[in-house]
């Protein structure tokens, strides 16, 4: 297991949900922890949460020269922790059109894959990327094709940079369902309709908790002979 004092640790999306459970776990095994996101209030709310050393940065993987931005303020980093989101891809195929679904690929896989690019010049050798995918592109839910499209994506880039990038370890974990604020924007029908229609299929029969992500995430990055995985976190989706 690597220890993780003196090893600086960035997660981009640390401010909400599995990222900032991520934060708080890593940081409470003394790494110094970066959290990074679009909205600087999210980010100083996130920072009261975490122990010590943390620090918050604004930046949008969306936008390159942010990206750069970030990563020049921040020297060199051991492990990269990428959980940020997107919602654009949420629906049936009926509902989503080929612009919808660009701009999902654009929120979220192509985002990781310019952080990824951004973060190489400064990531140590001994380091780790993590990516968080979804469960969506593990098995197969009607209504679920955008999700599984752009989360495959992911998948997959994962399992290539792995290769690629060695001796950098890079892993995947793919969360099932997961309470986090995301569904804050559903109305409480709607979210517990979803979460009633889900979770009734699951081995575990509840929706999974940012903490139970934030474990297996620290598993991946302290482990030294991880590499190249893809862990489902999903309660027996699959
Ligand atoms: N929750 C689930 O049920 C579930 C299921 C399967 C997969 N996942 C995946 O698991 C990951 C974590 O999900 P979550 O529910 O914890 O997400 P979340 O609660 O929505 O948090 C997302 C984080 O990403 C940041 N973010 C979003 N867009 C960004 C951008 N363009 N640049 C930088 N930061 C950005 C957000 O902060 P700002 O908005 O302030 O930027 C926030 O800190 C995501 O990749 C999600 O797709 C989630």
Request: without cysteine; hydrophobic residues 45%.
């Amino acid at each position: 297991m690597k220890n993780l004092q003196n090893q600086r640790v960035l997660i981009i999306g640390g401010s909400n949900g599995m990222g900032l459970a991520t934060a708080q776990r890593l940081a409470a095994l003394g790494a110094e922890v970066i959290i990074a996101g679009r909205n600087q209030a999210r980010l100083d709310e996130a920072l009261k949460h975490i122990d010590s050393k943390a620090g918050a940065y604004t930046a949008d993987f969306s936008d390159e020269a942010s990206l750069t931005r970030l990563f020049t303020r921040l020297g060199h980093v051991d492990h990269l922790i990428i959980t940020a989101s997107s919602s654009a891809a949420w629906g049936s195929i009926r509902d989503i059109d080929g612009a919808a679904l660009a701009k999902a690929f654009e929120q979220k896989a192509l985002g990781y894959w310019r952080a990824i690019r951004a973060a190489l010049p400064h990531l140590r050798k001994d380091g780790s990327i993590t990516l968080l995918s979804g469960a969506a592109s593990r098995v197969a839910i009607a209504g679920t094709a955008g999700l599984a499209a752009v989360n495959g994506a992911i998948t997959q880039m994962g399992q290539a940079l792995a290769k690629e990038l060695a001796p950098i370890r890079v892993n995947v974990v793919s969360p099932g369902l997961i309470d986090t604020p995301v569904y804050d924007d559903f109305s409480p029908e709607a979210k517990s309709g979803l979460f009633e229609n889900i979770t009734k299929g699951l081995h575990v029969g509840r929706a999974g908790t940012s903490e139970e992500v934030a474990q297996a995430i620290e598993f991946v990055v302290t482990n030294g002979f991880t590499a190249g995985a893809l862990i489902d976190i999903d309660g027996g989706a699959r």
